[in-house]
């Protein structure tokens, strides 16, 4: 498989299928604006904030079920500030109308999680190019399994997850050499060798939230406020079993090698807390299928093209019941992939 000398300009190209907009509509629909995004986010951090001080005075007033409840529902939503859905919808720069506000948040939040924004951002850019082809998008290679062990850690501590993060970020910020930081073969594709601004952008950062976090440990343990270490430094490892509710759902079980999201992603519908956490990121085939569009427009995307797009299962139970019956057969079958019909008279490309 041949590559250009960088990912956005790929001499593989797919040919993807867009359901009808009117420009005029679609037009309107990627304009963007400061306030809703930034009221968005103060809402997000005012949340996590409140949850944190909870928990931080339960530590120190309440009895350890209070404090472990109040621990379990702090950890439980942080991860939707950055590293979930925000750091995503702030990697692809459409999110603020101000780009500055843009790239301000991506690094607040960033930090916050443990997120590089940079190597999301090469990463992601190739995902969306090659959703789930193989051999070309290997963010996301189908077809996914979720093991009882992930559930474990999903509703507990993501011991694996601390150590892959904390490592990488070590990788990334301390190789002694371009080829020892590159190990993975996606890694190389997203950083090629004539892009050397990204890949030290990339380091530059891993470096600092380091140096960072380390700074703030030291300074929690001296304090003896050590609770802070689980509040903030190991929050995004915890309890993650809402996240993995709301995210695995966005591919698991689709066709793969198809240049149509329609088959190969899965909108399902949510109710507002769902949507609110999630930042609206379960109208899937409507993101991938128009990225420009910033997030708090996709429901009304969703409105305008519905009549072309599958119909989607409406909330987290009823979708997991259908990724459930697709996982169960997908191991009697591995060759069973999920098709939703497509609307009347179209067939799979």
């Known amino acids: 498989m041949e590559y250009g000398g960088d990912m956005a300009e790929p001499r593989v190209r797919l040919d993807w299928y867009r359901s009808p907009i009117a420009k005029e509509e679609l037009a309107k629909l990627t304009t963007r604006n400061n306030w809703r995004p ?10 996590s904030v409140a949850t944190g001080v909870l ?8 009895t350890w079920p209070w404090v472990v409840i109040t621990i379990y529902l702090h950890c439980t939503f942080y991860g ?3 590293g979930g859905a925000g750091g995503h919808e702030l990697s692809r720069r459409s999110m603020f109308k101000s780009a500055w ?17 940079e190597w ?36 507990t501590v993501n011991w694996r997850s ?26 190389r594709r997203i950083f090629p060798g004539e892009n050397k601004k990204s890949y030290l952008i990339m380091v530059n950062w891993a470096r600092f939230v380091l140096v960072g976090h380390l700074a703030l440990a030291v300074v929690f343990v001296i304090t003896g406020n050590w609770i802070l270490l689980i509040l903030f430094t190991f929050a995004p490892f915890c309890t993650g079993w809402f996240k993995a509710l709301t995210h695995i759902p966005q591919h698991v079980g689709m066709r793969p090698d198809i240049a149509d999201w329609r088959q190969s992603t899965r909108t399902y519908l949510a109710g507002p807390i769902v949507r609110f956490f999630y930042w609206n990121m379960n109208y899937h085939v409507e993101h991938h299928m128009y990225a420009a569009v910033p997030f708090y427009n996709l429901p009304k995307l969703r409105k305008a093209i519905e ?18 019956v697709t996982l169960k057969r997908q191991k009697s079958e591995p060759g069973y992939v999920f098709s939703p ?3 009347s008279g179209q067939s799979l490309g």
């Open 162 to 187: 601390i150590w892959r993060v904390i490592a990488t970020f070590t990788r990334h910020g301390f190789g002694i050499s371009r080829e020892r930081v590159l190990k993975s073969e996606w890694e």
């Open 120 to 155: 999301f951002r090469r990463s992601h850019t190739g995902h969306h190019q090659y959703t789930t082809h193989h051999e070309l998008d290997l963010e996301v290679m189908l077809p996914l399994s979720v093991s009882w062990h992930q559930w474990i850690w999903a509703f």
């Open 101 to 117: 506000l843009n790239e301000a948040f991506i690094r607040f939040n960033g930090f916050l999680t443990w997120f590089n924004h």
């Open 341 to 343: 019909p497509l609307p």
């Open 55 to 62: 928990a931080f005075w339960a530590f120190h007033n309440l």
């Open 307 to 324: 009549s072309d797009l599958p119909v989607a299962s409406r909330g987290l139970i009823s979708t997991w019941r259908e990724i459930r």
């Open 80 to 82: 939707f500030f950055s």
């Open 38 to 47: 930034l009221l968005h986010t103060v809402a997000m951090l005012g949340f």
